[in-house]
């Protein structure tokens, strides 16, 4: 009985040990599959496709995102291919594309299933959409505008805006210099608070937030813009309209 005994507990040790052996494996197996699936991140490449100016600034380098566009085709990397296709509808890659680039684009779009990472930015900002509707709503007929960019297409990068007739502007309008002056100051550690705008004989003091996703960097602002003259020439010299302005923030 005791011989029995040891022996059924050599084989139960030995099968346990061998469980224990190919899970280990096919866990090992899954993260190195896991990891390839998930590829290198963009910057890893020679191609990637900010190049830095004189001024030591991030600037769109067309030239190498066509490289990395056709390198993408050619090879799989499914992060960092999504990524250069982000960064390209930051900057309005296909207006800058020829008609052969432009189908070479819609293949890498088709391949790496491109067309939702647009939807994939909207969803993201939108929780930071709810914000800037709530604030820019704490503050109504005072002078103050709250809107929200979505980086991702800069054209018409206005998703959301409380206050619009401070400055005239609605959603569906975009933004020129604002992803590069963001990247810039994200890699200079430096906030772009309480700066000054001039819009014709019109003052705005105003403040913008980079909204940052890991893997993309900047993909959208959250902008807050104050209308000095409004403050300063409708409201002040006149004491009717500053019991007015407070019983709005009231």
């Known amino acids: 009985m ?6 059924i507990g050599s084989v139960l040790t030995n099968v346990l040990a061998s469980l224990v052996l190919l899970a280990g494996g096919f866990l090992i197996g899954r ?15 020679d191609f990637y496709p900010y190049v830095a100016t ?8 067309l030239k190498d995102f066509r490289l990395g566009m056709h390198y993408f085709l050619r090879n799989s990397d499914v992060r960092a291919a999504r990524q250069l296709i982000f960064i390209g509808e930051q900057n309005a890659v296909r207006q800058q594309l020829g008609e052969a680039e432009g189908k070479t684009y819609d293949r890498l779009l088709a391949k790496y299933q491109g067309a939702g990472i647009a939807d994939d930015a909207q969803e993201f900002l939108e929780n930071y959409r709810n ?3 709530l ?8 002078g103050i505008e709250v809107l929200i960019h979505d980086l991702s297409n800069p054209t018409h990068s206005i998703t959301t805006i409380e206050g619009g007739e401070v400055t005239g502007r609605m959603v569906g309008l975009g933004t020129t210099t604002l992803l590069v002056d963001l990247m810039r100051r994200v890699n200079l550690k430096q906030d772009k608070l309480n700066y000054e705008l001039t819009i014709g004989a019109r003052r705005f003091k105003c403040t913008t937030v980079p909204i940052l996703r890991k893997d993309y960097g900047v993909v959208g602002a959250i902008c807050i813009n104050i209308d000095v003259n409004y403050i300063r020439d409708g409201v002040l010299p006149h004491s009717e309209r500053i019991a007015e302005f407070f019983q709005n923030y009231c």
């Open 54 to 61: 004189p001024e030591r600034f991030a600037e769109f380098s």
């Open 135 to 142: 604030i820019g709503r704490t503050f109504p007929n005072m």
């Open 2 to 7: 005791p011989l029995a005994a040891d022996w």
């Open 131 to 133: 914000i800037a509707r």
């Open 31 to 45: 993260f190195r599959e896991r990891k390839a699936q998930q590829g290198k991140a963009l910057t890893e490449y």
